[in-house]
């Protein structure tokens, strides 16, 4: 497994800007696919965007099409999550998730399909 930190979460103002990062304990980070994924309580964790370990490959969830960009950058062992024009319903916690992989190409879009999690970082969208 790796170990995942997130941060950049906070209070957001609709319409405005929020950027979150992900930084992984690992060197051969390009060898995991990642995504972000999100849970307000009472519901189930949703993806909200997953990236190949190339970074060539993205997915995003109709909710962030659009208006979220994932990227990384394999030299930092970081990812992230631009969040343009929020919503107060894009409100949760963050989380970032990463599995090994052997494709480049390769990324996943469902939760069970992690290995790794990080600790979550608390977004509010509210004017």
């Known amino acids: 497994q790796v170990h995942l930190v997130e941060s950049g979460g906070g209070l957001a103002q609709p319409g405005g800007y929020l950027g979150l990062s992900c930084v992984a304990s690992?060197?051969?980070?390009?060898?995991?696919?990642l995504g972000w994924f999100r849970q307000v309580p009472e519901k189930e964790r949703e993806l909200v965007a997953a990236i190949s370990g190339s970074g060539t490959n993205t997915y995003y969830a109709d909710s962030a099409k659009g208006r979220f960009f994932i990227y990384r950058d394999n030299s930092k062992s970081t990812m992230y999550l631009q969040m343009f024009s929020p919503k107060p319903e894009d409100t949760a916690l963050y989380y970032c998730?990463?599995?090994?992989?052997?494709?480049?190409?390769?990324?996943?879009?469902?939760?069970?399909?992690?290995?790794?999690w990080g600790q979550g970082t608390h977004v509010t969208v509210s004017s």
């Open positions: 998730a990463a599995r090994a992989t052997r494709y480049p190409t390769e990324y996943f879009t469902r939760a069970n399909s992690y290995v790794s």
């Open positions: 690992e060197r051969s980070f390009d060898h995991y696919a």
